[in-house]
């Protein structure tokens, strides 16, 4: 049995925004940061609507994974829109 290391590229679909309309939008493909002690307490770190971090509630998501050409592809697509927002 093989096991895969988990990428630091996750990805996540929004699929409650209830108590933060502002900040997400339902069905949108957001970033995932990498936050253990988050994770742990039932949250993710999600890079939201306004280009920053923050924790979200887990349960407001559901996590995607993509073949590695895919999931570079989206990173640089997220680097790069943000870079265009500002």
């Known amino acids: 049995m093989t096991t895969r ?3 630091s590229r996750r990805f ?3 699929i409650d925004n209830s108590e933060y309309p502002a900040s ?5 493909l957001y970033r995932v940061l990498p936050d253990k002690d ?3 307490e039932g949250d ?3 890079v939201d609507e306004s280009g920053e971090d923050y924790l979200y509630p887990a ?3 559901v996590l995607v994974e993509f073949p590695a050409d895919t999931a570079r592809a ?5 680097a790069s829109g943000f870079q ?3």
């Open 5 to 7: 290391k988990q990428s």
């Open 59 to 61: 349960d407001y998501f």
């Open 12 to 14: 996540a679909v929004c």
């Open 24 to 28: 997400l939008e339902i069905h949108k």
């Open 74 to 78: 989206l990173k640089k697509s997220f």
């Open 84 to 86: 265009h927002a500002r």
């Open 44 to 46: 993710l770190r999600i």
């Open 38 to 40: 988050a994770e742990r």
